[in-house]
């Protein structure tokens, strides 16, 4: 059972997505990049060097619902003939934009983001919601955590590996340790958790640190000998990239700690002095990136919470 990635251009920041191929009954595709004509003309490259069309495909498998995995997914299932697509139930993205929720917009509000903040945000996220389109509840079968995707000459088991995304899936090949991670795992940056609001109880705020420090070390409990990521090389030595995240995680909780005056601080307001210099789409990566960190520390009992007008205001555990 042979993995094939291939690499496709994105308009983001992030630079080209991986996907990656499966190219043995039923021929199956791992992510699809985003709806853009080069994209779409890279996989189409992709997969006749591969000896394969679009129509081969008979199963799509997201690794998570961001517009550069799943922005072509409806396109391909529709040019496939009604190919399978499985993207994990706690996923939203592909569904309809992650702002567009209420309850999304209360969540920025209680990390205290300004109104205007949230409508240029609103604004910027309607543009990358362009690169997607919306797949209906029906078109899709579920990842169950555990289960696995059956090939003619081998298996993936699928691993919910929530934290970037609540709905984040991995998928392991027993065999030889082969992992393909999504955006749990990449090479040059740590993922970027997004704010998103917790899928059992969508008034509350997902805990996307705590649960990717669970799922990295899921990951490492297979003691990965490649790992195929969602950007960038794949990673040999995942033991040194494990080690790394849990420096930089380690580093920056107690950074974002230092950073919070003793009159307090709104996650918004520690996300404007964490990236002073962040504009457009990043001041809503750099709050989210803030959020899951002050979560951390507060359910660490290192930060206290209390709520003032609305909002968050995070303060350092007074002495005595
Ligand atoms: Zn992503
Ligand atoms: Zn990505």
Redesign the pocket.
Known sequence: MKIVPISLPTP?Y?GP?NVYLIAEDPITIIDTGPKTSEAIAALRTGLKDAGLRVADLRRIVLT?A?E??CGLARALRDEAKDAEVLVHSWETGHRAGRLEHEDNLRLLQRAGVPDDEIGAMRKLYEGVRQYADSLEDDHCRELNDGAELEFEGGALRIVHTPGHTPGSCSFVREADRTIIA??CVLKRITPNPVISPDPIDRSRRFRSLAEYLVSLARVRSFAPTLVFG??GEPIRDFEELFNRYLRLIRERQSRIIDLIPKSGATPWEVSRSLFPDTDDVHRFLAVSEAVAHLDYAHSEGKLELEMSDGREVYRQISSG
Request: charge should be negative.
């Open positions: 983001f992030i997505v998570h961001h550069d995995h999504g955006d969602g950007h």
